[in-house]
């Protein structure tokens, strides 16, 4: 008997940001805080070059990063994939800003299925709508998960996707494999 194809999707929401954008800029161009900075660095360390830091086993690490253009997510972004040595593809489609659960659904659908391993870097309040939204109603664990520590700046969820293929994902058809949360350690 085969084993069903799986697809493992990281949710990253952005690091601490500072609460004023620079002069003349607005949110979009606000910065990490040096907190933002440091969680960043240390979940990168965390993952590690084979992603076997988070204790999950054998986990796929990110080759296509979906990003919100924000300054504060190409940084986040950068900083975590910096600790891992992934050389993922980045995109930065505009609309990722300011986008809702099925707006990045969409995006996530629209990827190759050569792809096996995929990272959204975003904002609140969609990345806790996805967190959650992602779950299968048989996934007690993770959504109890989820409900105790919440979705703070610079959490991530991994996520084990039963799809044959990125167009298949919809809400409700994930598990949640692992929730990591700042702080990270040293």
């Known amino acids: 008997m085969s084993t069903p194809p799986s697809r493992t999707l990281w949710l990253l929401r952005h690091a601490k940001a500072v609460a004023d954008p620079p002069p003349g800029g607005e949110d979009f161009d606000r910065v990490l805080a040096p907190r933002g900075r440091r969680d960043a660095e240390a ?5 590690g070059p ?4 988070l204790g999950l086993g054998k986990v796929r690490l990110p080759q296509v ?16 994939l910096g600790g891992t040595g992934a050389t993922a593809v980045r995109e930065c489609p505009d609309d990722l800003y300011s986008a809702g659960p099925d707006d990045v659904l969409a995006h996530v659908r629209a990827v190759g299925d050569d792809v096996a391993s995929v990272m959204v870097v975003g ?11 992602l779950l299968v109603r048989e996934d007690r664990h993770g959504r109890d998960l989820v409900a105790r520590r919440g979705f703070p700046t610079c959490a991530l ?8 293929g990125w167009a ?3 809400g409700q058809c994930a598990t949640l ?6 702080p990270f350690g040293k």
Do not use: C, M, W
């Open 43 to 47: 979940l990168g360390r965390l993952i």
């Open 50 to 53: 084979s992603g076997k830091g």
């Open 65 to 80: 990063v979906l990003s919100s253009p924000a300054a504060r997510t190409g940084a986040t972004a950068e900083l975590v």
């Open 123 to 133: 904002h609140n309040p969609t990345a806790h709508a996805l967190a959650v939204g």
């Open 157 to 164: 969820g991994v996520y084990r996707l039963d799809v044959a």
């Open 168 to 170: 298949d994902v919809q």
């Open 177 to 182: 494999r692992g929730l990591f949360v700042p």
